[in-house]
């Protein structure tokens, strides 16, 4: 049933509305799980974990829970807007999928890891949905047996790539190995061509979210170079003020007249050690993001959730654009 006429139903009207509620509980059982799983989980390999991740208080409902509730109450409306009717299976495997995929969002934002054990949570729903979709003959997600393999192999082989090219151009891994399983169990579910469609969703938010940062920080980095500047100048004019008070005072000996320029000596000296808030912000915005690990966790799972979410929107996108080559 085309989402429209399935809202204008009462039980399409009820099932909608309940996918709020729904949305928040969700969230607060994600940010739950998060505080309750294992601090290990939440670790790379052998790591010892720290005093917060052992705590049990590693996220808030407001900070983490809000924003996950926000986003699992739009993709289960739009989720149920296309999977209605007779696609109630559907519906309910793939809001798993987009719940596993937000705390694997939380988990990589704020830990840099993606614990092994949502992914193969992911993969294993992602298999469930697939062979329900080909077994049932709907071949709404996959138009034959083959594509999941072919999504899952396209995925891991597209991650080891951009890994191997981070390798060759700084040295160092350009995406965590964490990021190769996950885009492998995604591509268990959106098969080919969704991996395409998925890893471009992924690469978009990406840059976007880069840029955005990036012009945030040379925004930060210039207003406290400014505020430097204009405290640095109030000392100076106030300097003066007292070196010209000293000149008019008449001076009592020598002694006196020869401390005073080797007190001001040191105090110069002991200055051009210290670096300034700017100089600081200058050497942090010169790291950000160049040469160092991607977290390309999130933008997957939003990838992922973007896929499930607007799937139909997909499909006729793509269809519009192979379309021109006909």
């Known amino acids: 049933m085309q989402p429209f006429d399935y809202l204008n139903t009462t039980t ?9 509620p729904v949305g928040f ?9 998060l505080n309750r799983i ?13 005093e917060e991740l052992l705590s049990g208080k590693r996220f808030s409902y407001i900070s983490t829970g809000i924003p996950t509730a926000i986003a699992m109450t739009v993709c289960l409306v739009l989720c149920r807007l296309q999977f209605n009717k007779g696609f109630d299976i559907y519906f309910l495997l793939l809001s798993l999928i987009i719940f596993v995929a937000l705390l694997i969002a939380a988990a990589d934002i704020k830990y ?3 614990p092994d054990q949502f992914t193969v949570a992911l993969g294993v729903v992602s298999l469930a949905v697939s062979v329900y979709d080909l077994v049932r003959g709907f071949n709404i997600l996959h138009c034959a047996w083959w594509s999941p393999l072919a999504g899952a192999g396209i995925g891991a082989v597209v991650m080891l790539l951009i890994d191997f090219i981070g390798m060759l151009v700084y040295h160092k891994d350009g995406m965590g190995f964490g990021d190769v399983k996950l885009f492998l169990a995604v591509g268990v579910l959106t098969g080919f061509p969704g991996t395409i469609y ?11 979210c880069f840029v955005v ?7 930060i980095g210039g207003s406290s170079e400014q505020k430097a500047s204009e405290e640095s100048d109030i000392p100076a004019e106030e300097a003066g003020k007292e070196e010209k008070t000293e000149d008019e005072k008449p001076s009592d000996n020598s002694e006196n007249e020869e401390e005073i320029p080797e007190t001001e000596n040191e105090e110069s000296g002991d200055n051009d050690d210290v670096e300034s808030p700017a100089q600081e912000n200058d050497e942090q915005q010169d790291g950000v993001g160049f040469g160092s690990y991607l977290a390309f966790g999130p933008y997957i799972a939003i990838a992922v959730c973007a896929y ?10 793509a269809g519009l654009y192979l379309n021109l080559f006909k």
């Open 112 to 114: 840099q890891i993606i």
């Open 213 to 219: 940062i990036i012009i945030s920080a040379r925004i």
């Open 38 to 50: 294992p601090a290990s989980w939440l670790c790379d390999y052998g790591e010892t974990p720290d």
């Open 198 to 208: 998925a890893f471009i969703i992924s690469i978009i938010t990406a840059t976007v």
């Open 25 to 33: 509980l969700l969230a607060a059982l994600g940010v739950l799980i």
């Open 308 to 317: 499930v979410a607007l799937f139909d929107l997909l499909q006729y996108l």
């Open 12 to 20: 399409g009207l009820i099932w909608t509305i309940a996918c709020i």
